[in-house]
């Protein structure tokens, strides 16, 4: 059996279907230094994200920061993807048939997110005081690692702590985000600042521009603490009984890297392989 960490995106991977969060805990187990396919809908994303995290890096380092170079590295990623989409892209592993335009759409959509990054916060964000953006780090919760990884963290001219969050996607701010934002917070209060009431959060939806900023205080990390381990100790008691039932749809199964390890999926996919996808 593996040994148990979390994260956000597991969680979230757990509630959808416990079975794929199960295959690929087993299968991250066993071969760690295989690349695993990507759904397409985490493509943009991903694209988006390497594109600022590269120039955020720049102006860390005092250089100068531009749209167009984190739009050359997101075009730059998803052409290498692309061009072994047979096995680097989930949806075409799975026999799925996605519609022709998928990948201009794609780079479409990067060129909006970026712009909008670029044109409408970075102006702001660039005036703040660089502490630390796309490190993987984490922090013990019941001796279990909860792994973080936040898009950027920056100290105001007051020296309050704020913890960025890009979204991409279609999703409206939701539960989900508010919970992922506060466990940043919790990472950001062990690592970098001891009084909650100055640690703020913001979910930047570079789809919208839409912006959900909210401060911290003791009682939202107290709640969120318990809620991490109330949820880590259903898990490992779902661990330790070996019980991850499969929760299968279409649209997840299509677009899920273990659907050929999956009887429940591959009975819902069947016969259903020519799909519009989506793709954010
Ligand atoms: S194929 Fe569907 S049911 Fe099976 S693990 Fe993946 S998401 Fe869950």
Redesign the pocket.
């Known amino acids: 059996m593996f040994s148990m960490e979390w994260s956000v995106s597991q969680s979230h991977q757990y509630n959808?279907?416990?079975?794929?969060w199960?295959?690929q805990r087993r299968s991250a187990e066993g071969d760690r230094l295989r690349v695993r396919p990507v759904p397409l809908k985490s493509l943009i994303g991903i694209a988006v994200h390497k594109g600022i995290a590269e120039q955020i890096g720049l102006w860390r380092d005092g250089k100068e920061v531009s749209a167009l170079g984190a739009e050359e590295i997101g075009l730059t990623y998803i052409s290498r993807i692309w061009a072994q989409k047979e096995s680097t892209i989930t949806e075409f592993v799975n026999g799925v048939v996605v519609e022709n335009n998928t990948r201009s759409r794609m780079e479409d959509a990067m060129h909006q997110r970026i712009a909008t990054f670029f044109n409408m916060f970075w102006p702001h964000l660039s005036k703040y005081q660089y502490v630390t953006h796309e490190t993987l780090d984490s922090f013990l919760i019941q001796g279990v690692k909860m792994w973080v990884q936040v898009d950027l963290a920056t100290r105001d001219s007051m020296g309050g702590l704020l913890v960025s969050d890009w979204k991409t996607g279609q999703g409206h701010h939701n539960e989900a985000d508010s919970h992922q934002m506060v466990v940043y917070a919790l990472w950001a209060n062990k690592k970098f600042e001891p009084d909650p009431d100055r640690i703020h959060t913001q979910v930047v939806n570079l789809r919208t521009g839409q912006v959900d900023r909210r401060t911290m205080n003791v009682e939202s990390l107290a709640e969120t603490e318990q809620r991490l381990d109330e949820e880590i100790a259903r898990v490992s008691e779902a661990v330790r009984g070996g019980n991850f039932v499969?929760?299968?749809?279409l649209e997840?199964?299509i677009?899920?890297?273990?659907?050929s390890?999956?009887?429940?999926?591959?009975s819902?996919?069947q016969g259903s392989r020519s799909q519009s996808v989506n793709i954010d």
Request: proline share 8%.
């Open positions: 959808e279907c416990p079975r794929s199960y295959l499969a929760i299968p749809s997840k199964c677009s899920c890297g273990y659907l390890l999956c009887n429940e999926g591959s819902t996919v």
